[in-house]
Every structure is written in structure tokens, then in C-alpha cells.
């Protein structure tokens, strides 16, 4: 792997540093209450998921349209390999985007095109 993050074996472009890998971890609780008699939490955890925060201070227009047809397929579901904190090493699961958003961008009128878009966030969540 020669990126922070693959999409169906495509690199994605690098993050922006310092902070534009951010890799949560969530759990996905089905119950959870308060027992009245001790206040103690009790949570039936059923799974840990994964949930990765891209950011991109710039991209080009040819990187923004790559990134933008591997997180937004036909299919909806993407295999994603990432660096996993929890390990330190490489994980593949499969991951759906949420709201991908962008900034402004640079428009070159001379060629009718845009050359770049500012502040690129995406997020992939594990299915």
C-alpha cells in the first residue's frame, strides 16, 4: 500500500497534514440503560466500527474527480484498506462515504475549467 488509504486498490491522494487522517473507532450499542438500582450503565455492544475523516487542504480537479468516483460508485459499498490505529498496520473492510463537501475553487477562464478545490472532506464509514 503505498497510501494512507486505498479504494478498491486505488490510492487516494495523501491527507493533508497535520490533521487530515483522523481514524475513529465507535461502538454500535443496541440497548443501553441505567440500572435503578446500582446507576450503573449496562449496554449490550453488538459490534466496533470504523469510521475514517479524509481532509484535503487542496486537490487538483483531475484528483478531486478520481476521489469523488471511488467514494461515490454505483454500488454504494467500497472495499477500503487503511491504516488501522489499533494495530499500526494496514486493514481492509468494507465502507460506504458520507457528505462529501469541498470549498471554493480555481477556475482557469481562459481553458472554461476548474484547476483546483479547496478543503476536500469526506468521511468513510465502515458497513
Known sequence: MASFVTIDGTDLPEPSFPD????????????AFRDASSGKLKADKVA???????????????EFVTLFSLVKPATFFFNVTYIDPRTGTTNTG???SGDISKGTF????????ITHWRDVKVNLIEQ
Open 20 to 31: 487530515g487522517y483522523n481514524v475513529s473507532i465507535q461502538d454500535i450499542v443496541k440497548e
Open 94 to 96: 468494507v465502507f460506504y
Open 106 to 113: 480555481k477556475y482557469d477562464s481562459s481553458a472554461n475549467t
Open 48 to 62: 466496533q466500527k470504523v469510521k475514517i475523516e479524509l481532509t484535503y487542504k487542496v486537490l487538483t480537479n483531475a
